[in-house]
C-alpha cells in the first residue's frame, strides 16, 4: 500500500476533523499531493492540492474551512475541516501525482 489515509468520522455540523495521509519517502518527495472526496451518486471531486513547494488550491465550497498541509520529512499530507457541513459528508482519498490513490475514509457530518 503507497498511500494510508485516516482521521475520518462522524461530526456535527459546525465541528473539526482531521485527515491525515502517510505514504512512502519516494511519493511525497516527488509529487503534487491532493485531497478528493466522492459523496453516494456523486461523481469523485477534487478538495484540495499542494505542490511539492506548497502551493495549494482549494475547491471553492471549502476554501476559509478547509486546509490542507504536507510534511514531506515525515511522508505525511493532513486536511484539517473546520466548520463541517452536512454537505461535506464523503469518502475522501488522498492522491499522490497523477493515479497514486489512497483507500478512501468516511467523513459524514451530521445536521
Known amino acids: 500500500v503507497q498511500l494510508q489515509a485516516s482521521g475520518g468520522g462522524l461530526v456535527q455540523a459546525g465541528g473539526s476533523l482531521r485527515l491525515s495521509c502517510t505514504g512512502s519517502k519516494g511519493i511525497f518527495n516527488l509529487f503534487t499531493m491532493g485531497w478528493y472526496r466522492q459523496a453516494p451518486g456523486e461523481e469523485r471531486e477534487l478538495v484540495a492540492e499542494i505542490t511539492r513547494v506548497r502551493e495549494t488550491n482549494y475547491a471553492d465550497s471549502v476554501k476559509g474551512r478547509f486546509t490542507i498541509s504536507r510534511d514531506n520529512a515525515n511522508n505525511r499530507l493532513d486536511l484539517q475541516m473546520n466548520n463541517l457541513r452536512p454537505e461535506d459528508t464523503a469518502v475522501y482519498y488522498c492522491?499522490?501525482?497523477?493515479?497514486?490513490w489512497g483507500q478512501g475514509t468516511l467523513v459524514t457530518v451530521s445536521s
Open positions: 492522491k499522490a501525482g497523477a493515479d497514486v
